[in-house]
């Protein structure tokens, strides 16, 4: 999942700025929709990369060098301590020198440890066994009223806004404890502010609003608690959180645990659509969901570049080396295709021996809600497969609008038909 904040304290790289730094080719797809940008590819598991702001880069296309810098703790998350190449205007590239700043927020996704930690493991002990298999019934909820709600409305639909982006949006809900009376609002703000049609106003509003949201929201909590993950975290003891810093971990949940499940269930969907063969196979035999759920993840690998890093030292990695300060980008893309590792790394197989990918990341910072979304896609994909056994494309594949735009690779829509 994207380690990106909405608020607008997040030092996180935004869509704009990656674009304005970045070659074309490293951030659109190539001749296929589901192969990495044809720019990530080149010679050597760790190579300089010169970005367009006239800073100098490190890209990580290996797997085992990509497993390091995730692990190692000379490499740093902590983007406010440590300017970073892909954030900086082309007037800043000198000045890349670590602040002192204390930090205040609640962004953990961009702090190193022992800040990370602490906040780290408040959340960890809300996701508890219970909450998660009593959202697991939720999501088969979710999941089979909006694919009977497509079938009654007739035979297509455009599956992003009908059913890939509500579902991981009501399961947000469901885990922070956001009312039913509101879930409107939430997800009407939720839409349009990750929405790469809205204008730019209308995005700085719903963005603003979805704040405002946050914010009452979490002194409801205060309040009057009920068993939810917010809840929890307002009124755990040892938190101590403010109520800024709870306002951005939950948005930081939301960003990480809607926009990504989302494009992952909608470009998963095309995939398998363009894939006859595998979609075949999996209709065949149901119980190939899981596999099916972990090669996407691995193919598709959502994430238009991946998390970047900044060394704190001199570093050696993979030969090449890595001076102090230097930003080293994973590009995750490719890191999930390295062919020393996956035999045929560019074929998309269901049957293919599970092993470990870097789609949710590695280390200290990996995923907290991958069980989470592995769920949703398990629970997604087979209804949708199981519910809609004729589903097919309802325009040509080179008609499905992509989203090379964004930092979240997907699918602006997605129409399809059935019987």
């Known amino acids: ?39 990530l590819r080149g010679e050597g598991a760790v190579r300089p990369l010169g970005l367009l702001n006239g800073a100098r880069a490190w890209l990580v296309t290996g797997f085992e060098e990509a497993r390091t810098v995730l692990a190692d703790a000379r490499f740093s998350a902590d983007k406010v301590r440590h300017r970073e190449a892909t954030s900086l205007q082309p007037h800043e590239v000198a000045e890349m020198e670590a602040a002192s700043a204390k930090r205040e927020d609640g962004i953990f996704v961009l702090m190193d440890p022992p800040e990370h930690t602490r906040l780290r493991g408040l959340l960890t002990g809300q996701f508890t066994v219970r909450r998660m298999r009593e959202l697991e019934s939720r999501v088969t909820e979710i ?115 809607h926009e990504t499940t989302a494009n992952m269930l909608g470009l998963g969907t095309f995939a398998l659509l363009e894939h006859p063969d595998q979609l075949a196979a999996l209709r065949a035999d149901p119980g190939l969901i899981d596999n099916t759920v972990e090669e996407l993840l691995r193919f598709l690998s959502i994430i238009q570049l991946g998390v970047s890093r900044v060394a704190t030292e001199p570093v050696t990695l993979g030969g090449v080396d890595i001076p102090a300060g230097a930003t080293v980008v994973i590009a995750t893309p490719e890191v999930n295709r390295d062919p020393r590792y996956w035999p045929d790394p560019d074929a998309l197989d269901l ?12 280390g200290v910072h990996q995923c907290l809600g ?25 325009v040509p594949a080179e008609q499905v609008p992509l989203r090379n735009e ?10 399809v038909t059935w019987s």
């Open 406 to 415: 964004m930092l979240i690779f997907g699918v602006h829509s997605l129409p």
């Open 1 to 39: 999942m994207a380690d990106h904040s909405l608020t607008k304290k997040s030092p996180s790289v935004s869509t704009t700025a990656m674009r304005r730094i970045l070659p074309v080719d490293m951030v659109e797809r190539g001749h296929g929709p589901f192969d990495p940008p044809p720019g």
């Open 143 to 257: 999941a089979v009223e909006h694919i009977e709600a497509m079938k009654a409305a007739g035979t297509e639909a455009d599956l992003v806004p009908a059913f890939a982006l509500p579902l991981p949006s009501l399961v947000i809900c469901e885990l922070l404890g956001v009312d039913y009376a509101d879930r409107a609002e939430f997800q009407e703000r939720t839409a349009v502010g990750m929405n790469a049609n809205s204008a730019p106003e209308e995005q700085a509003s719903a963005r603003a609003g979805l704040y405002a949201f946050m914010r009452r929201l979490v002194a409801g909590k205060r309040s009057n608690p009920a068993d939810d993950l917010l809840s929890g975290l307002v009124h755990d003891a040892d938190s101590a959180l403010t109520d800024a810093q709870l306002v951005d971990v939950a948005l930081v949940l939301l960003n990480a645990g």
């Open 370 to 394: 991958q069980q989470l979304a592995r769920v949703e896609m398990r629970i997604g994909l087979g209804e949708l497969i199981s519910r809609l056994p004729d589903l097919r494309l309802a």
């Open 351 to 362: 049957r293919r021996s599970r092993t470990p990918h870097l789609a949710f990341g590695h």
